[in-house]
T-cell receptor
Framework: DAGITQSPRHKVTETGTPVTLRCHQT?????MYWYRQDPGHGLRLIHYSYGVKDTDKGEVSDGYSVSRSKTEDFLLTLESATSSQTSVYFCAISAPTSGGKYEQYFGPGTRLTVT | KQEVTQIPAALSVPEGENLVLNCSFTDSAIYNLQWFRQDPGKGLTSLLL?????REQTSGRLNASLDKSSGRSTLYIAASQPGDSATYLC?????????????FGSGTQLTVLP
């Protein structure tokens, strides 16, 4: 799992409430990503970070914000959760392989239900 | 915009059969392609990574091929086992200057029957 943890692993929240998901890595990799996974859509990129305080939008960023104040932590915030944000959220890092190329490694996921 | 398609969405085979999973992509200007495995309720595990300059990669019973010009990749699984049952996803990375972003297919759910 390349030292990636996500918290919480499961959360149920009500529509309109703020929610923050945390991704923590132990190996100081520069690139971190947040994806959501929904049936029939595979994984879609929400936001990514290429360093402390350096973030950018992905394909489905509306309704989400991110922050990265430390190399090891990448936070995803839903400012006002909606039922359409019910999903499984995955964090990933980009890390070098033994051959010097880069692969993405994923955390265990957070299952979020918005009621 | 890159689009990645995996057909079929689900596949069921008897144990011991050799099988091929397909992945196609619309933009051939890729940097690499990665195959992942996902077990129910779990995260993704990287299986194979093929650089755009490579034609194939092998790991154990798995062999992935890449035909960049036609926008296709296949994952070949030899002598399938019930433990191979999982969802298999392919993902392509665009040019090297794109923050290493991946575009995923929606996956093929494989069931290997004992």
């Amino acid at each position: 799992d390349a030292g990636i943890t996500q918290s919480p692993r499961h959360k149920v929240t009500e529509t309109g409430t703020p929610v923050t998901l945390r991704c923590h890595q132990t190996e100081n990799h520069r690139y971190m990503y947040w994806y959501r996974q929904d049936p029939g859509h595979g994984l879609r990129l929400i936001h990514y970070s290429y360093g402390v305080k350096d973030t950018d939008k992905g394909e489905v960023s509306d309704g989400y914000s991110v922050s990265r104040s430390k190399t090891e932590d990448f936070l995803l915030t839903l400012e006002s959760a909606t039922s359409s944000q019910t999903s499984v959220y995955f964090c990933a890092i980009s890390a070098p392989t033994s051959g010097g190329k880069y692969e993405q490694y994923f955390g265990p996921g957070t299952r979020l239900t918005v009621t | 915009k890159q689009e990645v398609t995996q057909i079929p969405a689900a596949l069921s085979v008897p144990e011991g059969e050799n099988l091929v999973l397909n992945c196609s992509f619309t933009d051939s200007a890729i940097y690499n392609l990665q195959w992942f495995r996902q077990d129910p309720g779990k995260g993704l595990t990287s299986l194979l990574l093929i650089q755009s300059s490579q034609r194939e990669q092998t790991s154990g019973r798995l062999n992935a091929s890449l035909d960049k010009s036609s926008g296709r990749s296949t994952l070949y699984i030899a002598a399938s086992q019930p433990g191979d049952s999982a969802t298999y996803l392919c993902a392509v990375r665009r040019s090297s200057g794109s923050a290493r972003q991946l575009t995923f297919g929606s996956g093929t759910q494989l069931t290997v029957l004992p």
